[in-house]
């Protein structure tokens, strides 16, 4: 049997994450969601139903909006450009297009609860009570540079490279304190 | 007795909550609601500064922001310079001092924290007077928009429309483009000590809006008379302020000045709270004045006014009171890039169109403002030297009348001559009253003449609310490796590398830097070291094109790379100059892992996109920056086959089966993984690939598993002097974008096909082709135990003779080697390579220091060790 010796950049934190959720009176919860599978997907638009068939999933077209298919979330990055979350498995065999494994490339912080987005706004420039449901953004949140994306009602997740994620997590946690 | 300039019932202040606060080296009480300007009005003190350069004594001019003259200096609860009496509040425990123009910074940190937020609006309107609370009243209606309602004062009690976002103590201080705008939110500076601590003091609000309303009222102008700057003067409306937000009287007997009409209902409120009121109006049709056609001649009193010469009599007085009507606020509009139009029926600026979505309401827009000619100005006297017209900068008609005297013509030109309208107040009540003074002086007209751009800030902002929460820890991003934690566990010291911490060496018990870099090099040469490299830049580069695409690239040809293979790669910029160097691995046919150095690894990911992008858009090519899927460890020494071995049992890694340049697939310490045979050090070498997440056990793995051989970390500086020995080049450090391959020694890697690159052309220009450039060499000082500066000058000769002394080049790294038993350097010398076995001249601290060049490759010439 193989012993997971994974160790996520966030995992030391989870205490003073929980609490958060605790100090807020549940207005605010921020959790470390590790390990997320996540796939760099390139595409050019003749590759585009290629690719969505290989991986089994629909990639969104229009820019900075997200689809779910099952348990896969396709990001918008780029006019042919996508991040794909979730599942498992290894890297596919891309034929026309591109695609790399960048699961231990970035982790994931999510927040949730109805001042999630009030706490964004002190290091976010998009205006994210407006952004609709199944929204994603390459944006920098405080000095980190990160993809948002938003799941109604209340969730944000925020994927951050992992050599960022200490510094992310202290600038999370002293913005909590100013709320 | 306490406050007798307090009115008995007028005013909003709260009298039941008494303060208690202290201004010089008097303690005096004033009420919840008060500034210290009003308390200290209302304690009779009128006198509260110096001016600048004159030390004249200064008094109260105004009940806001565009205070010129009553500047203090805040000495508790925690020190702030130069702040308006005006506009601080009261509060128990205050203590102020008089200010003369400038005053001191705290020693100590700023304890206080700071923020800073976004927020988006359809609508923000700025001013919560009678015309903005209208107009965001308006916009509220509309159904979802999202109104914001700034205002620079405390909360009143006037009704804020539903549905609108009030932020109050909030001044506008910056218009941009794209109707963006930066305000300042004072939250707990009115609180005192009382202040919470964990509450940002102030925060700076960064507001997008879809449409601007400006409702940011007028501020009201001097008229210039002799010593028109004497405690005691101030505009009728403030006065007025005083009266009806403090319940304040500004004196018992008051002569007001006018040149319009508002003189009269500040008169008729005056006498109605008890003070006895003269008008003097300057025009001579003004039918209600006690004295029109006046002209004020002199004031008399020097700490304050006691009386006034005026229409050829004197009055004894203890205030004057002077309009000379009003100057709309179109700061923003103006730095919004609104146009301005001179109004002669209003004697002032007025809105005239501008190209973002703003509009502009209430008094800023005119509405309402007396009609009004241009202030009146004294005829040319002796006395020009004691009329003001910027109280904080001193100026006066007579130093705008030299500057216009001297030749200048424009306004921004007296401006920076006289200096007027460049102190905190940036000439709110002054500016025009320059103007006017500038066009009385070349017989223009103010319309003509125009004023001085303005700029933001509107106020006065500290830097600490700049910087909000960017700072200390937080001040910039560190980047951490998955392995940060142990190197910090074991005492590493921390080298910056961009924005990456690395350990830089790791200290045993006593040892300074230079004895651990030793130990650590001496592990690596003859044993068996390791090292985080995580940090190394690594971009997966994809797609049918991919080989073409990196022989444009790099210097080197990619695409005859076997799979499994590895090889070194140059990238120049389009002049043929060194841009940044690493490995090229093939991993199938159609797809590389590039790495790069360790602060490049950005620039070189939009290198490639520039030229996928914008040249070759064709070429059907993805790259990925995968820096961070992997945790990179360096297995260094002669000792490294076998701790590999040990962790890798199913990997062949006899010298046969895994040569140098080859990378394999493998399972390393139970984990994925991918290890290279490349060696940045000379030594044999693997440089093990594993997922981020994995990076931590396996830097624990290899501990354990070379314990025996005794495996040793070993940081940035090891690393340094291990790859100086053998004359390999840091990019940014060894070059400087003057340095082409050939000059660093990589000839060998510049292809001899004829396929392109970028840079190609420019390496075969005459200037970059010939032999007589700066070459990168080795240097060997006589004396084997000293260490030679890096950036020393070099020179060919001792003494240097008469300048100009012949330059030849400079020392690009020097160190301390264990394995050579001696210092070396690396540098950059004119004609190096021809040079070698010539001596040579160093700087250092002044004296020239004889080196030997050599070859820079100093350590195993022959590459005997790469094998182990």
């Given at each position: 049997?193989?012993?997971?010796?994974?160790?996520?950049?966030?995992?030391?934190?989870?205490?003073?994450?929980?609490?958060?959720?605790?100090?807020?009176?549940?207005?605010?919860?921020?959790?470390?969601?590790?390990?997320?599978?996540?796939?760099?997907?390139?595409?050019?638009?003749?590759?585009?139903?290629?690719?969505?068939?290989?991986?089994?999933?629909?990639?969104?077209?229009?820019?900075?909006?997200?689809?779910?298919?099952?348990?896969?979330?396709?990001?918008?990055?780029?006019?042919?450009?996508?991040?794909?979350?979730?599942?498992?498995?290894?890297?596919?065999?891309?034929?026309?297009?591109?695609?790399?494994?960048?699961?231990?490339?970035?982790?994931?912080?999510?927040?949730?609860?109805?001042?999630?987005?009030?706490?964004?706004?002190?290091?976010?420039?998009?205006?994210?009570?407006?952004?609709?449901?199944?929204?994603?953004?390459?944006?920098?949140?405080?000095?980190?540079?990160?993809?948002?994306?938003?799941?109604?009602?209340?969730?944000?997740?925020?994927?951050?490279?992992?050599?960022?994620?200490?510094?992310?997590?202290?600038?999370?946690?002293?913005?909590?304190?100013?709320? | 007795?306490?406050?007798?300039?307090?009115?008995?019932?007028?005013?909003?202040?709260?009298?039941?909550?008494?303060?208690?606060?202290?201004?010089?080296?008097?303690?005096?009480?004033?009420?919840?609601?008060?500034?210290?300007?009003?308390?200290?009005?209302?304690?009779?003190?009128?006198?509260?500064?110096?001016?600048?350069?004159?030390?004249?004594?200064?008094?109260?001019?105004?009940?806001?922001?565009?205070?010129?003259?009553?500047?203090?200096?805040?000495?508790?609860?925690?020190?702030?310079?130069?702040?308006?009496?005006?506009?601080?509040?009261?509060?128990?425990?205050?203590?102020?001092?008089?200010?003369?123009?400038?005053?001191?910074?705290?020693?100590?940190?700023?304890?206080?924290?700071?923020?800073?937020?976004?927020?988006?609006?359809?609508?923000?309107?700025?001013?919560?007077?009678?015309?903005?609370?209208?107009?965001?009243?308006?916009?509220?209606?509309?159904?979802?928009?999202?109104?914001?309602?700034?205002?620079?004062?405390?909360?009143?009690?006037?009704?804020?429309?539903?549905?609108?976002?009030?932020?109050?103590?909030?001044?506008?201080?910056?218009?941009?483009?794209?109707?963006?705008?930066?305000?300042?939110?004072?939250?707990?500076?009115?609180?005192?000590?009382?202040?919470?601590?964990?509450?940002?003091?102030?925060?700076?609000?960064?507001?997008?809006?879809?449409?601007?309303?400006?409702?940011?009222?007028?501020?009201?102008?001097?008229?210039?008379?002799?010593?028109?700057?004497?405690?005691?003067?101030?505009?009728?409306?403030?006065?007025?302020?005083?009266?009806?937000?403090?319940?304040?009287?500004?004196?018992?007997?008051?002569?007001?000045?006018?040149?319009?009409?508002?003189?009269?209902?500040?008169?008729?409120?005056?006498?109605?709270?008890?003070?006895?009121?003269?008008?003097?109006?300057?025009?001579?049709?003004?039918?209600?004045?006690?004295?029109?056609?006046?002209?004020?001649?002199?004031?008399?009193?020097?700490?304050?006014?006691?009386?006034?010469?005026?229409?050829?009599?004197?009055?004894?007085?203890?205030?004057?009171?002077?309009?000379?009507?009003?100057?709309?606020?179109?700061?923003?509009?103006?730095?919004?890039?609104?146009?301005?139009?001179?109004?002669?029926?209003?004697?002032?600026?007025?809105?005239?169109?501008c190209r973002q979505r703003v509009e502009v309401v209430g008094a800023a827009a005119g509405v309402g403002l007396p009609r009004c000619g241009p202030p009146p100005m004294p005829e040319p006297s002796d006395a020009d030297g004691r009329t003001f017209v910027d109280l904080q900068r001193?100026?006066?008609?007579?130093?705008?009348?030299?500057?216009?005297?001297?030749?200048?013509?424009?306004?921004?030109?007296?401006?920076?001559?006289?200096?007027?309208?460049?102190?905190?107040?940036?000439?709110?009540?002054?500016?025009?009253?320059?103007?006017?003074?500038?066009?009385?002086?070349?017989?223009?007209?103010?319309?003509?003449?125009?004023?001085?751009?303005?700029?933001?800030?509107?106020?006065?902002?500290?830097?600490?609310?700049?910087?909000?929460?960017?700072?200390?820890?937080?001040?910039?991003?560190?980047?951490?490796?998955?392995?940060?934690?142990?190197?910090?566990?074991?005492?590493?010291?921390?080298?910056?590398?961009?924005?990456?911490?690395?350990?830089?060496?790791?200290?045993?018990?006593?040892?300074?830097?230079?004895?651990?870099?030793?130990?650590?090099?001496?592990?690596?040469?003859?044993?068996?070291?390791?090292?985080?490299?995580?940090?190394?830049?690594?971009?997966?580069?994809?797609?049918?094109?991919?080989?073409?695409?990196?022989?444009?690239?790099?210097?080197?040809?990619?695409?005859?790379?076997?799979?499994?293979?590895?090889?070194?790669?140059?990238?120049?910029?389009?002049?043929?100059?060194?841009?940044?160097?690493?490995?090229?691995?093939?991993?199938?046919?159609?797809?590389?892992?590039?790495?790069?150095?360790?602060?490049?690894?950005?620039?070189?990911?939009?290198?490639?996109?520039?030229?996928?992008?914008?040249?070759?858009?064709?070429?059907?090519?993805?790259?990925?920056?995968?820096?961070?899927?992997?945790?990179?460890?360096?297995?260094?020494?002669?000792?490294?086959?076998?701790?590999?071995?040990?962790?890798?049992?199913?990997?062949?890694?006899?010298?046969?089966?895994?040569?140098?340049?080859?990378?394999?697939?493998?399972?390393?310490?139970?984990?994925?993984?991918?290890?290279?045979?490349?060696?940045?050090?000379?030594?044999?070498?693997?440089?093990?690939?594993?997922?981020?997440?994995?990076?931590?056990?396996?830097?624990?793995?290899?501990?354990?598993?070379?314990?025996?051989?005794?495996?040793?970390?070993?940081?940035?500086?090891?690393?340094?002097?291990?790859?100086?020995?053998?004359?390999?080049?840091?990019?940014?450090?060894?070059?400087?974008?003057?340095?082409?391959?050939?000059?660093?020694?990589?000839?060998?890697?510049?292809?001899?096909?004829?396929?392109?690159?970028?840079?190609?052309?420019?390496?075969?220009?005459?200037?970059?082709?010939?032999?007589?450039?700066?070459?990168?060499?080795?240097?060997?000082?006589?004396?084997?135990?000293?260490?030679?500066?890096?950036?020393?000058?070099?020179?060919?000769?001792?003494?240097?003779?008469?300048?100009?002394?012949?330059?030849?080049?400079?020392?690009?790294?020097?160190?301390?080697?264990?394995?050579?038993?001696?210092?070396?350097?690396?540098?950059?010398?004119?004609?190096?390579?021809?040079?070698?076995?010539?001596?040579?001249?160093?700087?250092?601290?002044?004296?020239?220091?004889?080196?030997?060049?050599?070859?820079?490759?100093?350590?195993?010439?022959?590459?005997?060790?790469?094998?182990?």
């Open positions: 049997m193989t012993v997971d010796q994974r160790r996520s950049p966030l995992g030391g934190l989870a205490e003073e994450f929980a609490q958060i959720a605790v100090r807020t009176g549940g207005r605010l919860r921020i959790a470390e969601q590790p390990y997320l599978r996540q796939l760099n997907v390139r595409a050019g638009a003749d590759a585009l139903a290629a690719a969505a068939a290989t991986l089994g999933l629909a990639l969104p077209t229009t820019p900075n909006t997200v689809i779910r298919t099952g348990d896969l979330t396709a990001l918008w990055l780029g006019p042919d450009d996508w991040l794909v979350l979730g599942g498992q498995g290894p890297e596919p065999t891309p034929v026309g297009w591109g695609v790399v494994d960048v699961s231990a490339q970035r982790t994931a912080i999510v927040l949730s609860g109805p001042a999630a987005v009030g706490l964004l706004a002190h290091g976010c420039a998009l205006d994210l009570e407006r952004m609709g449901s199944d929204w994603c953004a390459q944006t920098m949140l405080a000095r980190a540079n990160v993809v948002l994306s938003g799941f109604p009602p209340d969730e944000i997740r925020v994927l951050v490279r992992a050599s960022f994620a200490s510094y992310l997590a202290s600038w999370l946690l002293d913005a909590v304190m100013a709320m | 007795m306490s406050q007798p300039f307090r009115h008995p019932d007028r005013g909003r202040v709260d009298r039941t909550r008494p303060l208690t606060f202290r201004f010089g080296d008097r303690t005096m009480t004033g009420f919840a609601g008060d500034t210290l300007a009003s308390a200290l009005l209302a304690n009779g003190v009128h006198e509260v500064a110096r001016s600048v350069n004159l030390g004249r004594p200064r008094g109260i001019v105004t009940a806001g922001v565009e205070e010129p003259s009553a500047v203090v200096q805040i000495e508790a609860p925690f020190p702030e310079p130069m702040l308006t009496a005006t506009t601080v509040e009261v509060y128990d425990g205050l203590v102020a001092h008089p200010l003369r123009g400038q005053g001191w910074l705290a020693p100590e940190p700023d304890s206080a924290r700071y923020d800073a937020v976004w927020a988006h609006c359809e609508v923000l309107v700025v001013g919560a007077g009678a015309a903005g609370i209208a107009a965001a009243a308006d916009a509220a209606a509309s159904t979802g928009d999202r109104v914001i309602l700034v205002d620079e004062r405390p909360p009143r009690p006037s009704e804020v429309p539903a549905g609108v976002r009030l932020l109050t103590r909030t001044t506008v201080v910056g218009y941009y483009d794209d109707n963006f705008l930066v305000a300042v939110q004072r939250r707990t500076n009115h609180l005192g000590a009382a202040a919470p601590l964990e509450q940002a003091r102030e925060r700076l609000w960064r507001i997008r809006a879809g449409r601007v309303v400006l409702a940011t009222g007028a501020h009201e102008r001097l008229i210039p008379f002799p010593d028109n700057d004497r405690p005691g003067i101030m505009l009728a409306g403030a006065a007025l302020a005083y009266l009806r937000d403090y319940g304040v009287l500004v004196g018992r007997r008051a002569l007001v000045y006018t040149n319009n009409d508002t003189a009269y209902r500040v008169a008729d409120e005056l006498r109605g709270a008890g003070v006895d009121v003269v008008v003097a109006d300057t025009r001579a049709d003004a039918p209600a004045a006690d004295l029109p056609g006046a002209r004020l001649s002199g004031v008399l009193g020097d700490r304050r006014v006691t009386g006034v010469r005026v229409a050829g009599r004197q009055l004894d007085v203890d205030a004057v009171l002077v309009t000379g009507g009003f100057s709309p606020v179109l700061h923003l509009y103006s730095q919004a890039g609104g146009r301005l139009r001179y109004d002669d029926g209003l004697g002032a600026l007025l809105p005239d169109g001193d100026v006066t008609i007579a130093e705008v009348r030299r500057a216009t005297g001297a030749g200048l013509r424009s306004v921004e030109h007296v401006k920076r001559y006289t200096t007027a309208g460049t102190a905190h107040d940036q000439g709110k009540t002054s500016g025009l009253l320059t103007s006017a003074t500038v066009a009385a002086a070349l017989g223009s007209s103010a319309a003509e003449v125009g004023v001085t751009t303005f700029r933001p800030p509107y106020v006065p902002v500290s830097f600490a609310t700049l910087a909000g929460r960017d700072r200390d820890d937080l001040f910039d991003a560190a980047r951490l490796t998955p392995i940060h934690d142990w190197h910090l566990a074991r005492g590493a010291p921390f080298e910056n590398v961009g924005q990456w911490k690395r350990a830089w060496y790791y200290p045993r018990d006593g040892e300074d830097m230079a004895a651990a870099v030793t130990r650590e090099c001496r592990a690596a040469r003859t044993g068996v070291a390791m090292m985080d490299a995580s940090t190394l830049g690594k971009i997966d580069v994809q797609g049918p094109d991919a080989g073409e695409f990196l022989d444009r690239l790099y210097t080197n040809v990619m695409s005859t790379l076997a799979i499994g293979a590895v090889r070194y790669g140059v990238m120049c910029r389009l002049d043929g100059m060194v841009f940044d160097d690493g490995t090229v691995a093939r991993l199938t046919a159609d797809r590389f892992l590039v790495t790069t150095t360790t602060g490049n690894a950005a620039a070189v990911l939009d290198w490639m996109e520039e030229w996928l992008q914008t040249e070759w858009p064709h070429l059907r090519v993805w790259c990925t920056s995968v820096t961070e899927q992997w945790a990179t460890v360096a297995l260094v020494g002669p000792g490294a086959r076998g701790v590999l071995a040990r962790v890798a049992p199913d990997l062949a890694v006899d010298v046969e089966s895994f040569p140098f340049m080859r990378w394999r697939d493998a399972t390393v310490a139970g984990l994925p993984a991918r290890v290279f045979r490349i060696s940045f050090s000379g030594e044999l070498a693997y440089e093990i690939n594993v997922a981020t997440w994995h990076g931590y056990a396996l830097w624990q793995a290899l501990m354990t598993a070379g314990a025996d051989a005794g495996i040793t970390p070993y940081g940035t500086e090891t690393m340094h002097v291990l790859r100086a020995e053998k004359g390999y080049p840091i990019v940014g450090q060894d070059t400087d974008g003057t340095v082409t391959p050939d000059d660093l020694g990589l000839g060998w890697a510049i292809r001899k096909s004829t396929k392109d690159f970028v840079g190609r052309r420019s390496l075969s220009r005459p200037d970059t082709a010939r032999s007589d450039r700066k070459h990168l060499v080795g240097l060997l000082p006589d004396d084997p135990t000293l260490l030679l500066v890096e950036g020393a000058h070099i020179v060919g000769h001792t003494p240097l003779g008469p300048p100009p002394v012949p330059y030849l080049g400079h020392v690009t790294s020097s160190y301390p080697s264990v394995a050579l038993g001696r210092t070396f350097a690396l540098a950059l010398v004119t004609s190096g390579r021809q040079r070698i076995g010539e001596r040579l001249y160093a700087t250092v601290n002044g004296t020239l220091i004889p080196v030997e060049v050599t070859s820079h490759v100093l350590y195993d010439p022959e590459g005997a060790r790469r094998d182990g």
